[in-house]
C-alpha cells in the first residue's frame, strides 16, 4: 500500500484496458477512414477500416472477458 491507495486500485483490470484501447483504435480508424474517402487515398481509407476493425474486436473481447468475471 502506497498513499493510501490499495493496490487493487492502481491496477486497472485488463478488459477494462482492453475496452479503453480498443475504442481508442476503433475512433483513428474510423478518423484514418474518413480521411481517406475525402482524399481519395484508397491506401489510408483502407488501413483506416482494419484499425478500426481491429479496435472493435479488441473492445468486444475485453467486454467478454469482464462479462466471464461477473459469473
Known sequence: MQGGISDDKKIM???TTNQIKGRGRELKGAV?????R???NRGMESR??????GGKIQKKAGDVVN???KD
Open 38 to 40: 475525402a482524399t481519395n
Open 32 to 36: 484514418k477512414e474518413k480521411l481517406g
Open 13 to 15: 483490470k485488463q478488459s
Open 48 to 53: 483506416g477500416t482494419l484499425e478500426k476493425t
Open 67 to 69: 462479462d466471464l468475471q
